[in-house]
């Protein structure tokens, strides 16, 4: 692996053995977070357009966001009329989600918008009052995915994580969700410091060091530096390195080797964009 005067290998900060460990728990990522993202309105088009009219071309009504985070692709979906169920393993960014739901109750559309917390390891057991008969897509984007560590060194929780996804579809239901090209940060030893998903003007730089254990890649952890006007806030995030020829195979060894599989790039057809920053995969659960 070629090194680069940004990259460094460090030890890991600790892991919780207990299902997702919540990154934003001393709140302060969470805060920074909520105002890198920024308002829904500044939500790239692309990003907006790309899911959006995904899920209207397929039929999708009822969506289960299971990395809402502070809300934003929750927010975004309500206001484009769909039926959205949210949960997420950080209280602290979920506050931020209530308090829009709060804020915003007079319109049906958020009144009737459910937010909880839930684990993904328990995910089904834990949202299952509002399974009913399935969800028409379960999408889980921004990285989200890549925060849930490989505790035993086999990816059995990812793999049991994604099980619990594929449950809480419907027969024909999708699911989306993505990582970063992580292959390219291992080969390069650098993240883009610009994120497709969000329209941010506050970004200012992005440290990338990797965990290397038993010759492997464990760990990817960016090192965030926030401009937030007078205050430069730094905090680290930590995510496991998914390699897309890995990934694929987990998918459809979940889904069935038959169902519907599509990559895209940076939200364009994969063919138009064959480095991307993010691969966003979207699988169809069996009929």
Same mark, same amino acid.
Request: glycine residues 6%; contains cysteine; charged residues 30%.
């Given at each position: 692996m070629p090194e680069s005067e940004n990259t460094m290998y460090i030890r890991s900060n600790g892991i919780s053995a207990e299902g997702t460990r919540d990154q934003y728990a001393?709140? /302060?990522?969470?805060? @920074?977070w909520e105002v890198f993202i920024g308002d829904t309105k500044v939500r790239t088009m692309n990003y907006r357009n790309f899911l959006v009219?995904?899920? &209207?071309?397929? %039929? *999708?009504? &009822? +969506? $289960?966001? @299971?990395? *809402?985070g502070t809300g934003v692709d929750s927010i975004m979906l309500v206001e484009e009329g769909f039926e959205v169920v949210s949960c997420d393993a950080s209280d602290k960014m979920l506050k931020y989600a209530l308090k829009e739901r709060w804020n915003r109750r007079k319109e049906m559309s958020f009144e009737n918008w459910v937010i909880e917390e839930a684990n993904w390891l328990t995910l089904y057991d834990d949202i /299952?009052? #509002? @399974?009913? %008969?399935g969800f028409d897509a379960v999408i889980c984007l921004g990285n989200s995915f890549a925060h849930m560590p490989d505790n035993f %060194?086999?990816?059995?929780e990812? /793999?049991?994580? +994604?099980?619990?996804? !594929?449950?809480?579809? &419907?027969? %024909?239901?999708? $699911?989306f969700i993505d990582h970063r090209n992580y292959d390219s940060i291992m080969e390069t030893g650098s993240a883009p410091s610009k994120s497709i998903y969000y329209n941010s003007k506050h970004m200012t730089d992005i440290k990338t060091s990797v965990l290397i254990v038993a010759g492997k890649p464990a760990m990817v952890s960016l090192d965030y530096l926030i401009s937030t006007g007078d205050e430069t806030s730094e905090f680290r995030l930590s995510y496991y390195? #998914?390699? $897309? !020829? @890995?990934f694929k195979k987990i998918l459809r060894d979940i889904f069935g080797h038959n169902s519907y599989h599509e990559i895209f790039g940076d939200f364009k057809e994969l063919r138009d964009n064959d480095n991307p920053a993010f691969y966003i995969h979207l699988i169809e659960k069996s009929e």
């Amino acid at each position: 692996m070629p090194e680069s005067e940004n990259t460094m290998y460090i030890r890991s900060n600790g892991i919780s053995a207990e299902g997702t460990r919540d990154q934003y728990a001393d709140g /302060k990522a969470a805060k @920074v977070w909520e105002v890198f993202i920024g308002d829904t309105k500044v939500r790239t088009m692309n990003y907006r357009n790309f899911l959006v009219n995904m899920l &209207r071309n397929r %039929g *999708c009504r &009822r +969506i $289960l966001d @299971v990395a *809402c985070g502070t809300g934003v692709d929750s927010i975004m979906l309500v206001e484009e009329g769909f039926e959205v169920v949210s949960c997420d393993a950080s209280d602290k960014m979920l506050k931020y989600a209530l308090k829009e739901r709060w804020n915003r109750r007079k319109e049906m559309s958020f009144e009737n918008w459910v937010i909880e917390e839930a684990n993904w390891l328990t995910l089904y057991d834990d949202i /299952k009052d #509002h @399974v009913k %008969g399935g969800f028409d897509a379960v999408i889980c984007l921004g990285n989200s995915f890549a925060h849930m560590p490989d505790n035993f %060194g086999d990816q059995r929780e990812q /793999k049991q994580a +994604i099980t619990n996804f !594929e449950k809480c579809l &419907r027969p %024909g239901g999708l $699911l989306f969700i993505d990582h970063r090209n992580y292959d390219s940060i291992m080969e390069t030893g650098s993240a883009p410091s610009k994120s497709i998903y969000y329209n941010s003007k506050h970004m200012t730089d992005i440290k990338t060091s990797v965990l290397i254990v038993a010759g492997k890649p464990a760990m990817v952890s960016l090192d965030y530096l926030i401009s937030t006007g007078d205050e430069t806030s730094e905090f680290r995030l930590s995510y496991y390195p #998914h390699q $897309l !020829e @890995v990934f694929k195979k987990i998918l459809r060894d979940i889904f069935g080797h038959n169902s519907y599989h599509e990559i895209f790039g940076d939200f364009k057809e994969l063919r138009d964009n064959d480095n991307p920053a993010f691969y966003i995969h979207l699988i169809e659960k069996s009929e």
